[in-house]
């Protein structure tokens, strides 16, 4: 091809990219996130590197952002989403450039990248605090919060949450202070907190239903269900995350599903319906697996342990502890070695190592404490009373 024609194919194809890009964009049955990701990848990173069109590379990569985080699909989009930044740079576009940087944060939070995660929504933070831009600081503190609440830092993500809300209430959209409320309301379960929980969880169901998000309904219904489960209404909580996890699957949030199937099976696994129990869980395990996300498999392998141990599968059991208590170490997620450990001592008193059942449940409810969770530590510390 020469010099002439390479001109020609290049100003053709940089017409066509709105066309291209609007056909991703279209609401049409074939046009799903698990067929055109690629296609949608590809067209952002040409935009950026090849026909000078950052302001297209910047509408699609804020357009499929949401449709994204539904499916945690994170691997190829870090690229876009770094093209995008540059983009931002390249036009001076501050607002959406401090929008891709918390995008990017929650990406890199995905690939389990915690201090990437963590330095770009500090980043994000930095910008909209210099210019002002109320909205975004919100949404950056927000962010902050769900990296500290994904490394098990449970009070400085409740103080991230408290801070957003109380700054975005008069500045962000609907939709995003009810993801500040239902964010309050997780970690209000994890401290015993039932009844500001059950506040926060209205509040955001309020904020959804004003715009009649059927996704963010049923998240807020599952977060319900949760409380429900902490308070002991484990029946009740298992009817609200069927029917939210079928809402899920209708929707295509292969993610919040996973989350669902997994509460299930543990829901189940309380009331003696163990192979239903494991059903789940696998269920659960493999969309994590198909994911790929590491943090969120270690939990269902943590109630799987749960379910051998009970099951007094002890072979199965041994293994999966030892492994699963090496990966969450790696991993840095305190919570699931806490509960991994105290499964550990619910099997040594099951064949008569009381004094090392004694010191895992003293190990687990350490890091428990540790991490602020104290529904968790009130459970340890229930068993560890059986000794005094």
Same mark, same amino acid.
């Given at each position: 091809?020469?010099?002439?024609?390479?001109?020609?194919?290049?100003?053709?194809?940089?017409?066509?990219?709105?066309?291209?890009?609007?056909?991703?964009?279209? *609401?049409?049955?074939?046009?799903?996130?698990?067929?055109?990701?690629?296609?949608?990848?590809?067209?952002?990173?040409?935009?950026?590197?090849h026909l000078d069109r950052p302001e297209l590379t910047i509408m699609l990569a804020?357009?499929?952002?949401?449709?994204?985080?539904?499916? @945690?699909?994170?691997?190829?989009?870090?690229?876009? !989403?770094?093209?995008?930044? #540059?983009?931002?740079?390249?036009?001076?576009?501050?607002?959406?450039?401090?929008?891709?940087?918390?995008?990017?944060?929650?990406? =890199?939070?995905?690939?389990?990248?915690?201090?990437?995660?963590?330095?770009?929504?500090?980043?994000?933070?930095?910008?909209?605090?210099?210019?002002?831009?109320?909205e975004l600081v919100a949404m950056s503190l927000n962010q902050?919060?769900?990296?500290?609440?994904?490394?098990?830092?449970?009070?400085?993500?409740?103080?991230?949450?408290?801070?957003?809300?109380?700054?975005?209430?008069?500045?962000?959209?609907?939709?995003?202070?009810?993801?500040?409320?239902?964010?309050?309301?997780?970690?209000?379960?994890?401290?015993?907190?039932? *009844?500001?929980?059950?506040?926060?969880?209205?509040?955001?169901?309020?904020?959804? *239903?004003?715009?009649?998000?059927?996704?963010?309904?049923?998240?807020?219904?599952?977060?319900?269900?949760?409380?429900?489960?902490?308070?002991?209404?484990? @029946?009740?909580?298992?009817?609200?995350?069927?029917?939210?996890?079928?809402?899920?699957?209708?929707?295509?949030?292969?993610?919040?599903?996973?989350?669902?199937?997994?509460?299930?099976?543990?829901?189940?696994?309380?009331?003696?319906?163990?192979?239903?129990?494991?059903?789940?869980?696998?269920?659960?395990?493999? #969309?994590?697996?198909?994911?790929?996300?590491?943090?969120?498999? !270690?939990?269902?392998?943590?109630?799987?342990?749960? !379910?051998?141990? #009970?099951?007094?599968?002890? $072979?199965?059991? $041994?293994?999966?502890?030892?492994?699963?208590?090496?990966?969450?170490?790696?991993?840095?997620?305190?919570?699931?070695?806490?509960?991994?450990?105290?499964?550990?001592?619910?099997?040594?008193?099951?064949?008569?190592?009381?004094?090392?059942?004694?010191?895992?449940?003293?190990?687990?409810? =350490?890091?428990?404490?540790?991490?602020?969770?104290?529904?968790?530590?009130?459970?340890?510390?229930?068993?560890? @009373? #059986?000794?005094?």
């Amino acid at each position: 091809m020469d010099v002439e024609e390479r001109v020609y194919f290049r100003a053709r194809a940089r017409e066509m990219a709105p066309m291209h890009a609007r056909w991703l964009m279209s *609401e049409r049955p074939a046009n799903t996130l698990e067929t055109n990701l690629v296609q949608v990848v590809d067209l952002i990173r040409d935009c950026s590197q090849h026909l000078d069109r950052p302001e297209l590379t910047i509408m699609l990569a804020l357009h499929f952002q949401p449709i994204v985080e539904g499916w @945690s699909t994170w691997g190829l989009w870090t690229a876009a !989403l770094d093209h995008a930044l #540059t983009a931002t740079r390249q036009t001076a576009d501050l607002l959406n450039e401090i929008r891709l940087l918390n995008h990017r944060s929650e990406a =890199a939070r995905g690939c389990n990248e915690y201090e990437a995660a963590h330095a770009l929504a500090l980043q994000a933070l930095d910008l909209a605090n210099n210019y002002q831009q109320f909205e975004l600081v919100a949404m950056s503190l927000n962010q902050l919060g769900r990296i500290a609440y994904v490394r098990d830092q449970l009070e400085l993500a409740r103080d991230y949450w408290e801070q957003a809300y109380r700054i975005g209430e008069a500045h962000c959209s609907a939709v995003e202070l009810g993801r500040m409320a239902l964010n309050g309301a997780v970690v209000a379960i994890n401290q015993l907190r039932f *009844e500001d929980a059950e506040q926060r969880v209205n509040l955001a169901n309020h904020y959804f *239903e004003i715009v009649g998000d059927p996704v963010w309904l049923a998240k807020a219904k599952s977060t319900f269900a949760a409380l429900r489960y902490a308070q002991g209404h484990i @029946s009740t909580a298992l009817l609200l995350w069927q029917a939210t996890s079928e809402a899920f699957q209708v929707a295509g949030n292969h993610y919040a599903r996973a989350s669902d199937e997994n509460a299930i099976g543990c829901a189940l696994l309380q009331l003696g319906q163990w192979a239903a129990a494991r059903e789940h869980l696998h269920i659960a395990a493999n #969309t994590y697996e198909q994911l790929g996300s590491l943090v969120d498999t !270690l939990s269902v392998m943590a109630n799987l342990i749960t !379910l051998n141990v #009970t099951m007094e599968e002890w $072979e199965q059991a $041994e293994v999966m502890i030892s492994a699963g208590r090496t990966l969450a170490i790696t991993a840095d997620k305190p919570l699931i070695v806490a509960a991994i450990d105290v499964d550990y001592g619910r099997m040594l008193l099951a064949r008569g190592d009381a004094e090392g059942a004694r010191q895992a449940w003293e190990r687990g409810q =350490a890091l428990q404490q540790a991490a602020g969770a104290w529904e968790a530590a009130h459970k340890t510390e229930l068993l560890l @009373s #059986t000794f005094s």
